[in-house]
């Protein structure tokens, strides 16, 4: 077999016209004596064709050669493909496949063949959803970062169809999603400890003060906050450990492991300690009072029957007790970066705070936080000024004699 190169010129609907290259393989003949010719295509130049009619050859040479499926791509992604990784996938990262595709990326390649998706194809695509948004007209435009999750996405479905021996190249690896730009650090809003004291005082004895005190105090997440059982928290030794966190898949909850896929011990102050014991203490009144009602899951933070709370509802809770408080008003996971950023100022080194909030380095932390770092820098500045004038040296005396 051998493959030759075959120009395309196309007429899009507003009067342009582009220009795509294909790999024809001759695939030997039929039956009846005519050719059999296998297309490869969708590149976007004569020598991105010319690498792909090299590999191509190659293959056949070697015996590797995979000739194109006449498999769909919505075919291969709803058997097996979804089928297949959800047992590797963390359920929320499953569902956010699956609704990327069912709402970015089915209704125009759904019925394509895996063989005909080309990367001047995606490429078009992608300019699309940036200037349109989502296909079913539900909103506007989609930012940079939502674009190139999608084709993130598309890339993964179609380098596990080449390695099921359904394509023979990606063509999303050809393909070009817009680039990320740098932008301004993200918005964050906190408070400073004057308003997390005042909040804190608000929300003192009220039913859901644990889990305002614990989100504010140790930096954990909302799903981590309300999975967390009472046999991971060691009183005694002032430590809890971060196995569990509800999600949301959809509108339902589920149980699974925190972000990092790893469990962390976080350290308690004396003052969450006492926290800690008096809600047990709560906690166990509420289970004689509800008797054989009372669904003994072992949340720390539960509703009045022992059930976990829906992660929604805490949220728009702290709403309510914030604007009851009379404080700024922040979002739930604001008391993350309210932890964090006290955290700083307070000099407690990065390496632990990233320990404490899950992260995946120190690095990122600083990268998080770097909005905090130029003031806590001028801090270091005089305080370094400080010492060296305690030891008899004077800079700014020095300077102007």
């Not at 190659?58 to 791509?73: C, K, Q, S, W």
Request: aromatic share 6%; charged share 25%.
């Amino acid at each position: 077999m051998k493959g030759h190169i075959h120009k395309r010129v196309h007429s899009t609907a507003d009067g342009r016209t582009t220009t795509t290259w294909y790999v024809v393989v001759d695939a030997g003949r039929k039956a009846d004596g005519k050719r059999r010719q296998k297309w490869h295509g969708g590149f976007r130049t004569r020598k991105e064709a010319e690498a792909a009619q090299a590999k191509i050859v190659n293959d056949i040479n070697r015996g590797t050669y995979v000739e194109p499926t006449a498999i769909t791509l919505a075919e291969w992604v709803c058997d097996p493909w979804l089928i297949v990784v959800k047992s590797r996938l963390k359920a929320t990262t499953w569902d956010s496949y699956r609704r990327t595709l069912d709402l970015h990326v089915l209704p125009v390649f759904g019925a394509i063949k895996l063989s005909d998706i080309t990367a001047a194809a995606l490429d078009r695509h992608y300019a699309d959803l940036l200037d349109h948004g989502r296909l079913n007209g539900d909103g506007g435009a989609l930012s940079v970062r939502s674009v190139r999750y999608v084709h993130a996405v598309v890339r993964k479905v179609l380098a596990d169809a080449v390695d099921a021996g359904l394509l023979a190249v990606n063509p999303a690896s050809r393909a070009k999603p817009p680039k990320a730009h740098r932008s301004a650090a993200p918005t964050m809003s906190y408070w400073d400890p004057a308003e997390l004291g005042a909040f804190l005082d608000h929300v003192s004895g009220s039913e859901l003060e644990i889990a305002w005190h614990l989100l504010a105090m140790t930096g954990m997440r909302r799903g981590e906050v309300l999975g967390l059982r009472w046999r991971d928290v060691d009183l005694a030794a002032s430590r809890l450990a971060v196995r569990h966190t509800l999600v949301l898949v959809g509108n339902a909850i589920r149980e699974e492991t925190p972000k990092s896929h790893q469990a962390r011990v976080v350290d308690l102050d004396s003052g969450t300690v006492q926290k800690l014991l008096a809600h047990q203490a709560r906690q166990e009144g509420d289970r004689q009072e509800a008797g054989g009602r009372y669904l003994n899951r072992d949340f720390v933070v539960a509703a009045d029957d022992g059930s976990p709370i829906h992660p929604d509802r805490l949220s728009k809770l702290f709403q309510q007790a914030v604007k009851e408080s009379g404080g700024p008003r922040i979002r739930l996971h604001d008391l993350r970066h309210t932890h964090a950023t006290i955290a700083l100022r307070a000099a407690v080194p990065v390496k632990v705070i990233s320990e404490r909030l899950g992260h995946e380095s120190p690095g990122f932390t600083l990268s998080q936080y770097a909005h905090v770092m130029p003031g806590m820098q001028a801090e270091a500045a005089e305080l370094v000024r400080v010492m060296v004038s305690a030891e008899g040296h004077d800079p700014v005396q020095a300077g102007t004699s």
